[in-house]
């Protein structure tokens, strides 16, 4: 016999993650835009919206990331929400915060950049929590005033089991 509290009919312990679960993800939401401006001094501040396309093999995610992404002279910063989906090893829902050095030419539209990164997620399939890290290299290409393209490289440790390559295209939307 299980000996728990109840409220209505849901066990406490229940309820408290569900509080949890979503008083984190409005935290996040809330900061997405303002914590990239903080850390990186404001010149380009860009709403950027990534994904990849996994390889045919089940075991490779699919990952999609929306937040903040901030340029400034020889700094890079950003801060997205992030989902990784895997048929094999489930669903983690997450944000990213990385730091970097951007390197461009005076007049260029393409601009690139190396980082590092830190990632923490849920994992709501197995219920776990997950903290991993990864190194970055990417490019941004201005195409017209406030809008452009970017791609980048990422290598996620100790999100799965095994590391993760992610080859990620995106868009960006300065604001």
């Known amino acids: 016999m299980k ?12 309820r408290l993650n569900f509080c949890l679960k979503h ?3 409005s935290l996040i939401l809330c900061s997405v835009f303002f914590v990239p401006s903080a850390v990186v001094a404001q010149e380009n501040m860009f709403l950027r919206f990534e994904k990849n396309r996994p390889a045919d093999n ?7 990331s929306l937040g903040a992404f901030s340029l400034s002279t020889e700094k890079v910063g950003n801060f997205d929400i992030i989902n990784f989906k895997s048929d094999v090893e489930g ?21 690139m ?12 399939d197995q219920s776990d929590y997950i903290a991993g890290y990864y190194p970055s290299a990417g ?3 201005s195409i017209k005033q406030g809008v452009g393209v970017t791609a980048s490289a990422k290598r996620y440790y100790n999100v799965y089991d095994d590391s993760i390559d992610a080859i ?8």
């Open 3 to 14: 000996n728990y509290f109840k409220l209505g009919f849901v066990p406490v312990n229940s």
């Open 91 to 111: 669903e983690i829902w997450g944000f990213d915060f990385g730091l970097g050095y951007s390197f461009s030419s005076r007049g260029s539209p393409l601009i």
């Open 168 to 175: 990620m295209v995106g868009v960006v939307l300065k604001y």
């Open 58 to 64: 089940l075991n490779d995610p699919e990952i999609v």
């Open 113 to 124: 950049y190396l980082g590092f990164g830190l990632m923490l997620g849920y994992n709501t």
């Open 23 to 25: 008083l984190a993800m």
């Open 139 to 141: 490019l941004v290409y």
